[in-house]
């Protein structure tokens, strides 16, 4: 079990916590702006009808989704959001991607930059991590919802590729242009799911131990938690007992 999807499994779990305060819904609102740019018909523009499927799963209500849709296209007023991708190194070399979204740009990097030195990482050149990542549409779906039999029936035949075991999730996984053929006909099934992104999934992994580990958990938390960013991923592997255990 790779270190990356046991924080996936953690990061979801505190994603609810964040829906409590609503945190999770700038981040979905944001989205949807953004990909309103190319658009505000949701049949003819897959990111929003995307997003829109995510801020209706979070319960968000029609008319938040209905204004920043309006954002989006410039139907209402509001700073322009400017999406970023920071790429760096956390403790131990493992590669970390942070993606944005803000309205000033520089204080974000500021910001970002002094997260990353603070907990011994830094950032690096454009390419020099994305390269290790590929992107790929990720489900997650609690196991006790479904058998991998009838989940696997339901997926292979909208376009997924592989479902793999994460210890407490059925995690899907799909070419991002199947994202959304995946996703409705999970949907259709009436199966809650623990997320659904396109995803940034580490091609290899760096082994992570002792102070290592618990220094990458507390970057990757405290970038998680700063109000701008709507992603983080990381190719970093910690021992399922050490990361309960730091966890």
């Known amino acids: 079990m790779s270190g990356h999807s046991k924080w996936a499994t953690i990061k979801h779990k505190k994603a609810a916590l964040d829906a409590k305060r609503g945190k999770s819904f700038t ?6 702006a953004i990909a309103a740019r190319n658009g505000g018909d949701p049949d003819s523009n897959p990111r ?16 938040n989704i209905k204004r920043a849709i309006q954002r989006g296209t410039g139907e209402l007023g ?8 920071f790429e760096g190194y956390g403790p131990g070399g493992a590669g970390v991607l942070v993606q944005v979204a803000t309205d000033n740009r520089n204080r974000t990097v500021s910001e970002i930059r002094h997260i990353f030195t603070k907990y011994g990482g830094k950032l690096g050149e454009q390419g020099s991590v994305s390269r290790m990542f590929e992107r790929k549409s990720q489900v997650l779906i609690d196991m006790s919802k479904i058998s991998e039999d009838d989940l696997m029936a339901i997926v292979l035949d909208a376009g ?3 479902i793999r075991n994460d210890g407490l999730n059925w995690e899907v996984l799909s070419a991002p242009d199947a994202h959304l053929a995946v996703l409705e006909a999970i949907q259709k099934a009436k199966i809650e799911t623990a997320s659904a992104e396109i995803a940034m999934l580490p091609m290899t992994t760096v082994k992570l131990e002792g102070k290592n580990a618990q220094t990458m ?4 938390e405290l970038l998680e938690d700063h109000d701008d960013v709507q992603s983080v991923y990381s190719n970093f592997d910690i021992d399922e007992k050490e990361m309960e255990a730091l966890a």
């Open 27 to 32: 981040r979905i609102i944001k989205e949807i």
């Open 48 to 63: 929003l009808r995307t997003a829109i499927l995510a801020a209706k799963a979070a319960s968000m209500p029609a008319d």
């Open 78 to 85: 509001g700073g322009q959001i400017e999406e970023v991708t």
């Open 160 to 162: 997924a590729d592989d």
């Open 217 to 220: 958990l507390k970057l990757s």
